[in-house]
Nanobody
């Protein structure tokens, strides 16, 4: 079981910056793919950024060049640095931890955990 606790949301003006943190419980944080999702009112939850076990990253096209994701396995924490924020970035941001275990002769077992979400509002 993994528990995720996000922090760092708030109100910021367009063009501003904001950093989110997600602290995870458990001793095998380094085995999880960590990601940030967001959900705006009336819209589906969407992937914002992910960082894999080896450190590779991927981003939604809408945030490329503006957002950075990083992880500190020693602190069991993943970060999302958001720069040049736009009003359309307004959403509840969720931290996600995911990993899959593979067993010979058996179906894979997936683990998927979510934080409670933190509100990010970009407005003047």
């Amino acid at each position: 079981q993994v528990q995720l606790v996000e922090s760092g949301g708030g109100l910021v003006q367009p063009g501003g910056s904001l950093g989110l943190s997600c602290a995870a419980s458990g001793s095998i944080f380094g085995l999880y793919v960590m990601a940030w999702y967001r959900q705006a009112p009336g819209k589906q939850r969407e992937l914002v950024a992910a960082i894999h076990v080896g450190g590779s990253t991927n981003f939604a096209d809408s945030v490329k060049g503006r957002f950075t994701i990083s992880r500190d396995n020693a602190k069991n924490t993943v970060y999302l640095q958001m720069d040049s924020l736009k009003p359309e970035d307004t959403a509840v941001y969720y931290c996600n931890a995911q990993r899959t275990e593979y067993y010979t002769g058996s179906p894979p077992v997936s683990y998927d955990y979510w934080g409670q979400g933190t509100q990010v509002t970009v407005s003047s």
